[in-house]
């Protein structure tokens, strides 16, 4: 079992940054490939970014590529997303997952999901 608590969310101005942070709980962190999600207003949940469970491989959305970073540090159980550059279509909740399956871009394939942060950017 694995519980997940994003923060970092909050109100942006376009062209700025945010890094959201996602702690888990449970000894098993690191056997768990990591994923953020985002879910904008009246939008499907899609998939942003993920990492595997040492931090050696990296997915991203063709949307968020150059422009945002996942990272993991397992000795603090915790997992972040460093955006950059945002922009108003990155407005959403954001949700981080984690999940078996190495490069899952794919929300039900991910076991655990936190209760998400909100990132608003105003243009």
């Known amino acids: 079992q694995v519980q997940l608590v994003e923060s970092g969310g909050g109100l942006v101005q376009a062209g700025g940054s945010l890094r959201l942070s996602c702690a888990a709980s449970g000894r098993t962190f690191s056997s768990y490939a990591m994923g953020w999600f985002r879910q904008a207003p009246g939008k499907e949940r899609e998939f942003v970014a993920a990492i595997n469970w040492n931090g050696y491989r990296t997915y991203y959305a063709d949307s968020v590529k150059g422009r945002f970073t996942i990272s993991r540090d397992n000795a603090k159980n915790t997992v972040y997303l460093q955006m950059n550059s945002l922009k108003p279509e990155d407005t959403a909740v954001y949700y981080c997952?984690?999940?078996?399956?190495?490069?899952?871009?794919?929300?039900?394939?991910?076991?655990?999901w936190g209760q998400g942060t909100q990132v608003t950017v105003s243009s």
């Open positions: 997952a984690a999940t078996v399956h190495d490069g899952s871009t794919w929300s039900h394939e991910y076991n655990y």
